[in-house]
C-alpha cells in the first residue's frame, strides 16, 4: 500500500546544497547532528510503498489542512526538544499536531537537563511538553523517547504510554553492527578526530593537550557559527578575539588547517572512516564516528547525551569526572565495545517493533529497498569538507567566491524585484484611480 509520509527533517538526505548555501539557510537548524539522525530515519522508513517527504520548514500551523490533505503519516524524529531554549518552537509544533487529523509518530525525543537529572530544572516546561505529548498520543499508541531519563520525566508528568527506542542514527546499518579497534593502541601517530560542544568551557584542556601530542589531531566541529567562520573568517564582533577552545580563527587548529566540517552525514561518516579513534562532548559526532566503523567515545556532559550512551552502552565518561590531563589512549584502551555490538540486535529489534506499531514499513525487510537507499547515496555528488579559508587551496576559494557571487546577484535581483513590487504598490495606494488610468494611456 503506497504510503505518504511527511517526516519532520531541515533537508532530505539526497538534498544537494553548497556549504554557502548551508550557512545562509541554516539547513543544519544549528548542529549538523541533526541531519544524522533524520536522514537515518529516512533511511528506516524508505520501503518501497513510501513516499517521503522532509518538511524542510519550520512547523506551522497555518499548514495543517494542506497536510491533512497531501499525507497519510506525519513522522517526527526529534533530539533534546524538551529543552528550555526549544519551547519557542515545540509550541508551534503542537499546535500544528492538535490541526492534524492524520496519525503522528515520534521517534527519539529526549529531555535535557543535567548528567543527576535534575527535576526541578524542568518545571518551566513542563506544560509545553505536557500540551505537546497529549497531542501526540491523541494521535498515536506511545511516544518513542531516547532513554530512561526522558521515560521518567514523562512518566511524572502522567504519561505512560512511552517507549524507550534510542536514536534512528545508530541504525543507519540496520541489525548489524561492527566495531573493532583498529590498532592494539593509540600512538602519538594516529589519526585522532575530536568533537567539541563550544560551551562547555572544559573542554579547553583537552583540546590544548592532544593539540600537543598529536600532531594528525582533527577538530570536526558541528555548529553554524563554526561554519561561517570557516567559510568567511571570524565574525566581525568576534575579530580579534582569541580563545582555547577553537572558535577563532586565531586558534591553532585553524591556523594549522585541523578543523574540517561536513554539511551531509555521507561526506562526514567517509572522512571518519579514515581515524583510529574519535571522542569528545558531542554525542552525534561520537555516533557517526561509530556507524562509520571507528572506535568513538563520548564526554557525557548533560542528561541528553548520558542516556543515549547508556541506552546504546556506547563507551564514556561523565564530563566532569574527567581530568583535566585525559588522554585519548588511555580512553582508547579503556573502550569495550562488546555490549554495544551484541545489544545492537535487539535495540534494532525495540525500535522496528515501536515502527511496525505505528503502521510504519521498515526499508530493512522490504526485498533491497535499504541498499537501494545506499545506492543513490554513493551515485549523489556532495560537497567537500570545508576547510578553514586561510588553508584552502586557491582553486577551491575561487570557486567559493564564484559562487558568493551568483548568489549575491541572486539576492540582488530578489531585492530589486521586491523593490519594484513595494514601489508599485505604493503607488497604487498613493495615485488616485483616475490619475493611474491617465498614466497608463
Known amino acids: 500500500m503506497h504510503q ?108 535535557q537537563t543535567n548528567v543527576d ?43 505512560s504510554d512511552v517507549e524507550q527506542i534510542g536514536c534512528p542514527s545508530m541504525f543507519l546499518h540496520g541489525d548489524t553492527f561492527e566495531l573493532a579497534k583498529k590498532q592494539p593502541e593509540l600512538t ?21 593537550h592532544h593539540h600537543e601530542r598529536y600532531p594528525n589531531l582533527c577538530y570536526v ?10 567559510l568567511y573568517g571570524d565574525a566581525p564582533e568576534h575579530r580579534g578575539q582569541s580563545s582555547d577552545i577553537p572558535l577563532h580563527t586565531s586558534h591553532p587548529l585553524f591556523v594549522e588547517d585541523k578543523v574540517r566540517m561536513f554539511v551531509d552525514p555521507w561526506t562526514w561518516m567517509d572522512h571518519l572512516s579514515g581515524y583510529d579513534f574519535a571522542f569528545g562532548t558531542r554525542i ?53 565495545y562488546t555490549a554495544l555490538t551484541e545489544g545492537h540486535k535487539a535495540r534494532f529489534e525495540t525500535i522496528t517493533a515501536f515502527l511496525r506499531k505505528h503502521d510504519l514499513g521498515i526499508s530493512f525487510d522490504d526485498d533491497d529497498s535499504a541498499a537501494r537507499f545506499d545506492q543513490r547515496v554513493r551515485e549523489t555528488v556532495f560537497p567537500p569538507a570545508v576547510r578553514p579559508a586561510a588553508a584552502t587551496p586557491p582553486a577551491e576559494l575561487l570557486t567559493r567566491i564564484e559562487r558568493l557571487r551568483d548568489e549575491n546577484a541572486k539576492l540582488t535581483g530578489t531585492i530589486d524585484a521586491l523593490r519594484s513590487q513595494q514601489l508599485r504598490e505604493r503607488i497604487k495606494q498613493a495615485v488616485p484611480g483616475k490619475v493611474r488610468r491617465m498614466l497608463r494611456r
Not at 29 to 47: E, I, M, Q, Y
Not at 118 to 124: A, F, I, Q, T
Not at 191 to 205: E, F, G
Open 284 to 336: 552525534h559526532g561520537t555516533i557517526t564516528a561509530l556507524v562509520a566503523g571507528t572506535p568513538g567515545y563520548l564526554f557525557a556532559h548533560d542528561s541528553r547525551t548520558l542516556e543515549l550512551a547508556r541506552y546504546f552502552d556506547i563507551p564514556h565518561r561523565i564530563m566532569r569526572d574527567v581530568p583535566a590531563d585525559v588522554d585519548a589512549a588511555d580512553l582508547y584502551a579503556e573502550a569495550d
Open 221 to 230: 566541529p558541528q555548529d553554524l557559527r563554526t561554519l561561517g567562520t570557516l
Open 4 to 111: 505518504r509520509i511527511l517526516l519532520r527533517a531541515r533537508k532530505g538526505p539526497f538534498d544537494v546544497l553548497t556549504p554557502e548555501e548551508t550557512f545562509a539557510g541554516n539547513w543544519i537548524g544549528d548542529n549538523s547532528g541533526n541531519l544524522v539522525f533524520s536522514h537515518a530515519a529516512h533511511k528506516l522508513l524508505a520501503t518501497s510503498a513510501a513516499e517521503i517527504t522532509a518538511t524542510r520548514t519550520p512547523a506551522d500551523p497555518r499548514l495543517a489542512d494542506e497536510i491533512n490533505e497531501r499525507y497519510d503519516v506525519f513522522v517526527v524524529p526529534l533530539a533534546n526538544a524538551f529543552r528550555r531554549s526549544f519551547v519557542h518552537r515545540l509550541a508551534p509544533l503542537t499546535r500544528l499536531i492538535e490541526r492534524l487529523k492524520i496519525p503522528v509518530v515520534v521517534l527519539g525525543v529526549g529531555v
Open 117 to 159: 537529572g535534575d527535576r526541578e530544572y524542568l518545571r518551566p516546561i513542563d506544560e509545553p511538553v505536557r500540551a505537546f505529548c497529549k497531542a501526540v498520543l491523541d494521535r498515536s499508541h506511545s511516544i518513542g523517547v531516547r532513554g530512561e531519563v526522558t521515560a521518567s520525566y514523562l512518566n511524572t508528568l502522567g504519561f
Open 188 to 208: 602519538a601517530e594516529s589519526k585522532v578526530a575530536l568533537t567539541i560542544s563550544p560551551y562547555v568551557r572544559s573542554m579547553a584542556s583537552v583540546v590544548r
